[in-house]
């Protein structure tokens, strides 16, 4: 499943209005739109964006197409400690970054 689709699943199953999300994101409509009609992409630093608004979107599931899922890891903060939490959270990004970076080039 790509990026695309994980992102629509995500507003579908939270109910939140495709314009609440890519205003929230800073995407622009004619980009949002671009994106679901299959004509554009995310950005790096949309995607970055997306980490920080949304934190229970797990980026390295996002950027796998070989799975289905994108939801983080989240009850790890509650589970271990919110400063393992964070740290968890922070290390998932910095790969998600890699990753992305890689998927870009």
């Keep these: 499943m790509n990026i ?13 209005e495709p314009k609440v ?25 949309i995607v970055r964006k997306i980490k920080t608004v949304y934190p229970m979107i797990d980026l390295n ?3 796998d197409e070989k799975t289905e ?11 271990y400690g919110e400063e393992n939490g964070i740290a968890l959270l922070k290390k998932d990004m910095e790969k998600a970054i890699k990753l ?3 998927h870009l080039k």
């Design 69 to 79: 899922d994108y939801l983080s890891v989240a009850e790890d903060a509650a589970k």
């Design 4 to 16: 695309r689709d994980k992102i629509l699943l995500f507003l579908k199953e939270n109910d939140i």
């Design 61 to 63: 599931k996002l950027l």
């Design 100 to 102: 992305l970076q890689r």
């Design 21 to 45: 999300f890519y205003e929230s994101v800073g995407l622009s409509r004619q980009h949002w739109s671009n994106i679901v009609n299959g004509k554009g992409n995310f950005t790096l630093e």
